[in-house]
């Protein structure tokens, strides 16, 4: 998981300092190489270049949208950094850290930040680094 999250980061890392967002972090976005060793970012089709530091349109798959895109407020790089913790959640899990049975609902667990303790066979750190991810 940590080789898989340090690529991610490094993705990442690589359009933010071009002053681009990815806006549309999710699992089906993550493309693993034959080997299983080499996880890359796809699909930019949402992508943004910030033109003040802040975007402000709604976009994203809901299970992996920031409480800045919930509450309509403008959002920066760290939309998919929340996004990407969700990802490796997802991962490590088997399942979003926010599950809700409507949009409403949805977006309120999102706000809180609270999620279930991934499994206890990961290490406390990696819960630690998720949750980091995930602070509202």
């Known amino acids: 998981m940590w ?5 991610m980061l490094q993705g ?3 359009l933010h300092i071009r002053d681009i967002l990815h806006r549309d972090i999710k699992s089906a976005n993550m493309f693993l190489s034959e080997d299983g060793k080499t996880i890359k970012l796809g699909d930019l ?4 270049v910030l033109k003040d530091d802040l ?3 709604q976009t994203g798959t809901p299970y992996y949208v920031s409480p800045e ?6 959002y920066g790089a760290k939309t998919d950094i929340w996004s990407l913790g969700c990802v ?5 899990a088997l399942k979003p850290p926010f599950l809700a049975k409507n949009f409403t609902l949805l977006c ?9 303790h991934i499994p206890l066979h990961y290490s406390e750190r990696l819960q630690n680094v998720i949750r980091e991810m995930l602070n509202p």
């Open 108 to 116: 309120k667990k999102v706000k809180t930040g609270k999620f279930a």
């Open 69 to 74: 895109i919930w509450d309509n407020k403008p």
């Open 88 to 92: 490796v959640y997802e991962i490590v």
């Open 3 to 7: 080789l898989y999250l340090k690529q």
């Open 55 to 57: 975007a402000k349109t």
């Open 12 to 14: 990442l890392r690589v």
């Open 45 to 48: 089709n949402v992508s943004k």
